[in-house]
């Protein structure tokens, strides 16, 4: 086990650690936190910090960090009606819509108290900020539900503010606690931003893919009507009668999800979809070799591949 | 118009004036605030400030607990599946529960941003600390529903957690930026602790009503099966059949409400929640003669005295 991964139990074990009393909260909390997720943004969280290992609270900002991810997928599922999440059911799911709302602002407010303990007013206005965007991103996604026009810049900015930003925001306030020189701060947050988006852009690929091991169901976003990348380049290559096809499709719970990848395929939604990973996976990397600490370089460059690579 | 007045005009400004670009976020954001609430927690924060009017930030501050409020009535819309607030068609209902989620989401974090820019730990300490109680009062509000056996204990910290103490936060945080002497901090929190119940325990009896005039549909409580002081305290005084009449009704949305409200007032229900607030009355006025400014002394007992009166 090298030190991130030490360090990562330690998140672990404090997000567990600190239930309330109250049985029926402590029940849906335990049920959250029992799977294990890659936990990505705290480790970015803790690459970014130990630049300055010695410093106090790092573990508790990667806890804060991935309580705020967690509170954000909780809502999610209430928001897009998931009945899974990382291959169990959602709280919504087992519980209620009304539970997903509620523990998702208990777990964020939670968060929030962690970060006053941490007490840096940077750290607190770069969290704030993180998660507005965040929330706002979700909001402009929410129009571009059966919404076959949308523009790709809007795409792009679904996918940072949805991903991105937290994933830059976890590596800014890393670097910010670490009281770190502010070109280091500069590079190490481009290179998650730039991460953060890849790893969107792969979540909207491995959507699109028949493979049942992804831990999660597939064909959710055309099913919910909601246009990613994939369906967005297919959809500008098609002629009239294929645009048809897939509109009809969109939204459609019953899609004929095999004929609908292969049409996808044929217009280069996928293979457009991978150019544009491929290019933020080499902006992630360049803004990483920017890093002039060489061993948080490296770590950085194998999370640029990881999320390059992943397959689920 | 009063100085209080002018103030809370000034919130509510700058609540409108805050608006994201993004057109559909717009949209909905306007709407909420479009109705003007009674702005009962704004007002008691600004009453509590007013102790040093000339401190900066004092409406900045009372718009941070106006919008954590919003908030959280936009998520319990969402939680209890209303469809109507304060008069007006809910979010979840215009548009749908994952835009009541995530504009919820947008509002609390706006006001977290608000907070930092206000920058002093104790009110941040004590905003968070609040919020997230809130969330469990809540949470443990849909334990109580269809639950006969639920203790009066519970029903208290029900109200206290998820009214009570928001009141007592903006007390204490107008306070806190004042920075005045601690006794003072001390005595008006707890009055708005005991005002903030009282208006639960007011909101529990409205419910109860067969009036059309409160500004949303009455018997909600009893219709989503929320076991509220009324239902408590005649459940607790009835015979066995009595006890089944009440429970098969409990949750039962066609519920013959003129019956039902009968039968509750038969078995004290009704008496004894008002004798309940009148304690809650009572306490808030004691509380607020220990504060040693009586101008604020004064509008403390009036806020108290809406509370006891109110109607709607």
Not at 7 to 12: K, T
Not at 137 to 145: R, S, W, Y
Not at 221 to 238: M, R
Request: proline letters at 1%; glycine letters at 4%.
């Amino acid at each position: 086990m090298n030190l991130i991964e030490k360090e990562l139990y330690h998140v672990e074990k404090m997000i567990k650690a600190d239930v309330v009393k109250e049985k029926s909260i402590k029940e849906i909390y335990k049920y959250i936190f029992k799977s294990d997720g890659k936990k990505i943004r705290a480790r970015l969280n803790l690459i970014s910090s130990s630049i300055n290992r010695k410093k106090k609270n790092r573990i508790k900002l990667a806890a804060i960090i991935e309580l705020l991810h967690t509170a954000t997928l909780v809502h999610d599922d209430v928001v897009d009606d998931s009945s899974f999440r990382r291959g169990n059911e959602s709280v919504n799911n087992i519980w209620s819509n009304a539970h997903g709302v509620l523990i998702g602002d208990y777990i964020y407010s939670k968060a929030f108290i962690y970060m006053v303990d941490v007490g840096k007013k940077e750290i607190l206005k770069e969290l704030a900020s993180a998660t507005n965007d965040i929330s706002q991103g979700e909001l402009v996604q929410l129009d571009a539900i059966n919404n076959q026009e949308i523009t790709l810049t809007k795409l792009k900015r679904i996918s940072y503010f949805k991903t991105g930003r937290l994933f830059e925001a976890a590596a800014r306030t890393g670097a910010l606690l670490a009281e770190t020189k502010p070109i280091y701060i500069k590079n190490i947050s481009e290179c998650a931003k730039n991460i953060g988006i890849l790893f969107q852009i792969k979540d909207d690929l491995l959507d699109y893919s028949l493979s049942n091991d992804i831990g999660k169901p597939v064909f959710q976003d055309l099913k919910e009507g909601k246009v990613t990348y994939p369906f967005f380049f297919a959809y500008k290559n098609a002629d009239k009668n294929t645009k048809k096809t897939l509109s009809n499709n969109l939204g459609n719970k019953k899609a004929n999800t095999k004929d609908i990848l292969r049409l996808i395929q044929a217009h280069d939604g996928i293979s457009k979809t991978e150019d544009l990973a491929k290019k933020f996976h080499k902006n992630a990397i360049i803004s990483a070799k920017k890093i002039d600490n060489l061993k948080i370089q490296k770590e950085m460059i194998e999370l640029a591949q990881l999320a390059y690579e992943r397959e689920k």
